[in-house]
């Protein structure tokens, strides 16, 4: 399931890369042929809703990065800018899944086809991000002593 759930988001970077290149529209993007690359190595019920979660919230997402990035978002490496909208809607909309499984994901998404230290950039941007939104959860961790993205995840 672990796994499954990591090649979704895989494919949710994939899609909103080409989203945010193309312009066109999400149903234009050959989403079938991220799914048939992946076969059943993929949660393609987690993969649509990722998808339609970042697409449908992408002024919310924005919104919440804007005030946390060094430059304008446009001006943010189209991958990075992907992955960070993908881990703002995971930690805005699942907290299900722990904050430190979220960062840690982004970040190995960001070192596979982000640029050379994107995964640094990826990591504290989303530290932040879920200082805000699960503020509780982050002061739990940090209390615990678990420092880093790599603790317990």
């Not at 998404?109 to 932040?128: F, P, V």
Request: proline letters at 4%; charged letters at 30%; one cysteine or more.
């Amino acid at each position: 399931m672990s796994r499954a759930r990591s090649t979704a988001r895989r494919c949710v970077m994939q899609a909103l890369y080409q989203w945010q290149i193309g312009g066109h529209h999400v149903e234009d993007i050959d989403l079938e042929f991220l799914l048939e690359k992946h076969g059943g190595r993929l949660d393609r019920d987690y993969f649509k809703l990722l998808l339609d979660e970042v697409i449908g919230q992408i002024d919310v997402l924005d919104e919440l990065l804007c005030p946390v990035l060094d430059r304008p978002l446009q001006e943010v490496d189209p991958v990075e800018r992907a992955i960070l909208r993908l881990g703002a809607c995971e930690l805005k909309n699942h907290p299900e899944i722990p904050f430190r499984v979220v960062i840690n994901e982004s970040v190995e998404i960001a070192k596979d086809y982000g640029a050379e230290h994107g995964h640094k950039y990826i990591n504290g941007i989303l530290d932040r991000i879920a200082l805000q939104l699960r503020p509780d959860e982050v002061s739990t961790a940090t209390r615990r002593g678990e420092k880093g993205r790599a603790a317990g995840a």
